[in-house]
């Protein structure tokens, strides 16, 4: 009978060294490895998505810094246009810049001021008479000046009365923002 139990302790013991581990693998190991390998997925997503924040939050520093430079841009431009009330000034400008570039003091005709975007822009009919030269000159002085203009309709003509060369007639807009306001949102 001893050997039967012996037999029997045998196969218990058999049976607990194998069984085990199996039981071990299949009760804890498989769970935890699932547990293991669902985690790194969640990890490895968390990365991705970590990874494309990075990227958008660059390319917001990058619009954030490109929304500057364009507000310093517009503050720049708004700086060079005048107040509705600066625009005599203006035209008194460039009627001496026409004088010093040796041309007739232009005869101004002043226009009904029309909306141009968030400004305003006051056209004035001009004419004046001289010499190519003159008036090459006026047109590069009217280029440097700090205000926006801007020369349309140009017509030049030769005029050989009183020794004048040509004859010129065209449209200079003086742009300028009414009242002094400014138009731009982010100031």
Do not use: C, W
């Not at 008194?92 to 232009?106: F, I, M, N, T």
């Amino acid at each position: 009978m001893m050997k039967n139990n012996l037999g029997l302790l045998g196969i218990g013991i058999l049976t607990g060294v194998v069984g085990l581990p199996i039981a071990s693998y299949v009760l804890v190991f498989k769970p935890t490895n699932k547990e293991i390998a669902k985690a790194r997925e969640e990890v490895k997503h968390m990365q991705a998505l970590l990874t494309k924040l990075k990227e958008e939050a660059a390319k917001r520093t990058d619009f954030e810094k490109a929304n500057e430079q364009l507000a310093n841009g517009i503050k720049v431009i708004e700086e060079r246009l005048p107040t509705n009330q600066e625009i005599d000034s203006i035209v008194r400008q460039v009627s001496d810049l026409a004088v010093q570039a040796g041309l007739e003091p232009p005869a101004i005709k002043s226009n009904k001021p029309l909306p141009a975007g968030l400004y305003m822009e006051q056209p004035l009919d001009m004419e004046t008479t001289g010499t190519f030269v003159g008036f090459h000159s006026f047109l590069a002085q009217v280029e440097k000046m700090p205000r926006v203009t801007r020369i349309h309709n140009l017509k030049i003509t030769g005029n050989q009365v009183d020794g004048a060369e040509l004859k010129a007639s065209f449209t200079l807009s003086i742009y300028f923002q009414e009242g002094g306001k400014v138009a731009s949102a982010g100031n």
